[in-house]
């Protein structure tokens, strides 16, 4: 970014610039967000002979292909039963359910969905450092290895995403918070 100007200006220092200086700013983007990104859906078959479509209190069967943005796959139901969810319960992720809405038996469609209308954005504040004296001893740490933390308000989950000598670091995000997702999608029935 590139500033000019023909008058004296005063920065926040005091500094003063002088006329006719090039100011040249380096700008670290933070964050990009669009509305229209939240959940982005594109129809690849919907059968002509089916008027009913999925509804809000609706229970849903349907098959399932999840993949990170860069292609690869972290979850699947094509190799098992389908999965079930009765529609408005909050079960599955705000813009999975969303997208399920409207749809009809036997259509298939893909389905990006952004952090934030997935599991969320990364939080640095719910990754600690704790003693490693602090585990079990009958335990041997190991990076990805999920522990179960009990607290007065229930057991919080946690992952090892770091060892050292006398520390562990623990991240309570959940693994995919802060990835968009997207979701190969075929309803098999709507009740």
């Not at 008058?7 to 220092?13: A, C, E, P, R």
């Not at 943005?69 to 098992?80: E, I």
């Not at 408005?88 to 969303?98: C, D, L, M, N, T």
Request: charged letters at 25%; aromatic letters at 6%.
């Amino acid at each position: 970014m590139l500033a000019h100007s023909n008058q004296n200006l005063t920065l926040f220092t005091g500094d003063v610039v002088p006329p006719e200086a090039t100011l040249v700013f380096d700008i670290h983007l933070l964050d990009l967000w669009n509305k229209a990104d939240l959940v982005v859906t594109k129809t690849i078959s919907t059968p002509k002979d089916c008027t009913r479509s999925v509804m809000r209190t609706d229970f849903v069967r349907y098959h399932f292909n999840g993949t990170l943005l860069d292609g690869s796959v972290f979850d699947s139901s094509t190799d098992r039963e389908p999965l079930e969810v009765n529609m408005g319960e909050g079960v599955v992720i705000p813009g999975f359910e969303a997208a399920l809405e409207g749809r009809v038996k036997g259509e298939k469609f893909t389905i990006k969905i952004s952090a934030d209308n997935a599991y969320g954005e990364h939080l640095d504040d719910l990754v600690v450092k704790v003693p490693r004296e602090n585990l079990s001893h009958d335990i041997t740490p190991e990076i990805g290895m999920g522990l179960n933390i009990p607290t007065d308000s229930g057991d919080i989950e946690v992952q090892i995403v770091g060892i050292d000598d006398d520390m562990l670091i623990l991240d309570a995000n959940h693994p995919f918070a802060g990835k968009d997702l997207t979701f190969s999608v075929e309803i098999i029935d709507v009740m």
